[in-house]
């Protein structure tokens, strides 16, 4: 079976993302569902991206905004947009779309309560969340959509068996 016949959740692989090439190793990762593989509140899980959100939450969440929306959006414009919705006090009216987004490619269940409640009142925490949901799922955020697609691509190189022949010449 190719990775372009997957599906996730009723939806093609090759509708995940802009270009079929990048979205078959996606669909793979995509496909498994599932709840969350942490809890809201097990920030200290990564104390790295912990202390990165807890100092500046537009890098970790540019991260997750550019492994969600597969490239198309880089980390450093999403970083920027949040920043500056953050100091008029609404970034979680932004950022609350993209957990809703996440959750719906590995189906996850809205817990513990609606996406924007959780953006509103636990932000740090939520973004942290989703970060470590990525990277539990195969993705890692720091790395960036590009070197993921790479990745993926050479893991795909070396699993594939070469081509066989039988012995002898017909004709």
């Known amino acids: ?10 939806k093609s692989a090759v509708n995940m993302g802009q270009q079929p090439a990048q979205a078959a190793p996606v669909a793979a990762v995509f496909s498994a569902a599932g709840p969350w593989s942490t809890g809201l509140c097990g920030c200290f899980e990564e104390t790295s991206n ?6 500046c939450p537009c890098i970790t969440f ?3 905004v550019e ?18 919705l ?13 957990r809703s987004k996440l959750r719906a490619y590995f189906n996850l269940s809205e817990d513990p309560c609606n996406d924007c409640l959780v953006h509103c009142f636990c932000l ?4 942290c969340q989703e970060y470590r949901e990525l990277k539990n799922r195969g993705l890692d955020p720091s790395h960036g959509w590009i070197a993921n697609v790479e990745r993926w691509n050479q893991l795909a190189v070396r699993t594939t068996a070469p081509p066989t022949f039988e012995a002898g010449m017909y004709r």
């Open 1 to 10: 079976m190719s990775a372009n016949n997957i599906e996730s959740n009723g």
């Open 124 to 127: 740090p925490c939520a973004v």
């Open 50 to 55: 912990c202390c990165v959100t807890c100092c």
């Open 67 to 84: 492994i969600i929306d597969q490239g198309t959006t880089s980390c450093a414009q999403a970083g920027i947009i949040y920043y500056c």
């Open 86 to 98: 953050a100091h008029v006090g609404c970034a979680s009216c932004y950022s609350c779309t993209y």
């Open 62 to 64: 540019g991260r997750n």
